[in-house]
């Protein structure tokens, strides 16, 4: 999607008959066509070729597309490409200066290079659901598929960097990722600290923010609604908040007591609500802001002067949904272009094959 | 540093004196050498170059540098880089292909435009922290700088298609980016949703994994250890944990009543231990898994096959980071050097400046 969104023609590959899995995973039973919301979320901006990748025919066609793409990209599990016979090896026959990229879950080597590279498990395998929540919580995984989104950004980044290679050397590229790898190298500032500590973070036992910062960090519920604090200096922090109690605590300790410099913070933000204490800490150049649901964000100026969201599709087939986030040159990148249905595109794809061969 | 690792030279411009702040920011008291653990994690594999933009001398020699360089890029507030004359206007003057891209915290319109971009505050304010833990927790953060990550990721995409575009048509470009449009395109899937349905997402009120995916999707207390399920069929998971009581719920119901159905799920899985469960699970083809620290996960065969680990550094300023997540031809992109220390740089960089002007 975001190598479309920067101006790639994208060709997705789609079995015959039912396509990609994702057409029919709805959420909420919410569909845009024959296929879902979430089908359409992600496919924006593509062109839909359906092959069926057991027929020689079609591999065939899939080959002399190949043959003439700048970038291949897959994420089946390790030994499939190379059964149907589409693997970089095969595939460098074909395309010498070919860019070539692919996603496992867990890397080609090694004791789970089989398991299923699903999210959730990737990031409970990782570590990651030990660094949000509090002391006792179970561990909390990330409500957003941050394995899956973190590795494709990965992705493009690679396929990105070897097409600045080859436009300079003339050679392509055999680029391999994982999920695993991608949440490690997502956690590199928790883990380097790790490795080198040798102690594991601990969670704060309230309003933990993050596992090895200080108090304030964190979020506050207050007489009505939440604000957070970044960091700052308890003495600063104390005068903002009229809190001579947190006075008492010396900075060196802003660490090792944070369980009990929060629950004194936690204690004093109840009598007043969010806005009043946002309003003070500001006014003290403290860091701290009110916490939003999307709804309260929405009707924010500061949402709007953003204009985030774009309209994809056509006639009844429309829907808002956000926009990349990169601007050039002052102008958003915007793509009204809906996901396409499956097969939309194999007529004119195949007169071009056969046009140009 | 991703740039750096997959090739480009980086020079980091530091005011004299004191340098990047980061190098200050020590985590657990750890440092290297006069600069903390933090900085040398973040700063592998870069040039130091000492320039006070106070001074019309440094900003000249700065000038100087920026007219040879393909990329520049700066996260300071909205107006600075104007007062200094370091501004894209100014700047295209010198290099006229020129990939200038900058990071804001909220845009450059707006009422936030001039709010700190600090991560935790950009997490309180876009709504992301309703997406994880359960339904009555507080909102809870991310613990990893996720704004901060995610932008970062967006700026390596967007300055690399920019270097392919430069290649192809001759030109530069003018990239912005913010923390907050990251951080919304970040929750894409979330937020399409929400644009079509309007209804807020809910955390399940136990065990919740993802507010919009249904039971038994999330993380489960056993009677030593956690695991995690994802997406599976009622009727299967009812037979592959022998849990009669689950085979009672319809699977239409499983978004709906998500609430009661990971209820009795946490009370079967009470009674025998994490790997028993897992077993179970995995020999039924369920998606399930142990839910590790990183302790734990260091133990695996698995974590040694993925040789995630690099030293970076030398001597007594060495340190054990993870590597970049990408291989290309089947090698990992190592990236021994360490950061710099303050204007380590500077004599090798006024003499190629000198010799080449």
């Known amino acids: 999607m975001r190598l479309a969104d920067l101006g790639a023609r994208v060709i997705k590959i789609e079995r015959p008959g039912k396509g990609d899995a994702c057409r029919q995973l709805a959420i909420k039973n919410l569909w845009l066509d024959e296929s879902s919301l979430l089908f359409h979320t992600i496919n924006r901006n593509k062109e839909s070729f359906a092959a069926d990748l057991k027929s020689k025919d079609d591999v065939e066609i899939v080959k002399r597309l190949i043959a003439k793409a700048d970038v291949v990209t897959h994420n089946f599990r390790p030994g499939i490409m190379e059964k149907v016979g589409l693997d970089y090896a095969s595939v460098k026959k074909l395309n010498e200066k070919i860019i070539y990229a692919e996603i496992s879950g867990y890397g080609k080597k090694g004791p ?30 990330f409500g957003i598929a941050i394995a899956d989104i973190i590795c494709g950004t990965h992705l493009a980044q690679a396929v990105l960097a070897a097409l600045i290679r080859r436009h300079r050397k003339g050679i392509g590229a055999f680029i391999e990722l994982s999920l695993l790898e991608s949440l490690l190298d997502f956690q590199f500032e928790l883990l380097t600290t790790y490795f080198s500590s040798n102690q594991l973070p601990e969670r704060s036992k309230h309003n933990n923010g993050h596992t ?14 939440f604000i957070s604090i970044a960091m700052v200096q308890l003495d600063k922090l104390s005068t903002a908040l009229g809190c001579t109690e947190l006075a008492l605590f010396p900075q060196q300790d802003a660490f090792k007591r944070r369980d009990e410099i929060k629950k004194v913070i936690n204690h004093h933000l109840e009598s007043q609500p969010a806005p009043y204490w946002v309003n003070k800490l500001q006014q003290s150049g403290v860091w701290a802001t009110e916490v939003f649901n999307w709804s309260q964000l929405k009707k924010e100026d500061a949402y709007a002067a953003l204009e985030m969201e774009q309209i ?26 809906a996901a396409p249905s499956l097969g939309a595109d194999n007529e004119k794809i195949t007169i071009e094959l056969n046009t140009t061969a």
Chains 1, 2 share one sequence.
Not at 212 to 225: E, F, V
């Open 112 to 141: 789970w290079k089989n398991k299923p590279g699903q999210d959730l498990l990737l990031q409970s395998l990782s570590g990651l659901t030990f660094t949000s929540g509090d002391k006792d919580h179970d561990p909390v995984p």
């Open 312 to 337: 994809v599709g056509r006639g009844q087939n429309q829907f808002i949904t956000t926009r990349c986030p990169i601007r050039i040159n002052r102008k958003k990148l915007l793509a009204s272009r």
């Open 212 to 225: 090895l910062l200080s108090a304030p960090y964190g979020i506050y519920k207050t007489a009505n609604g």
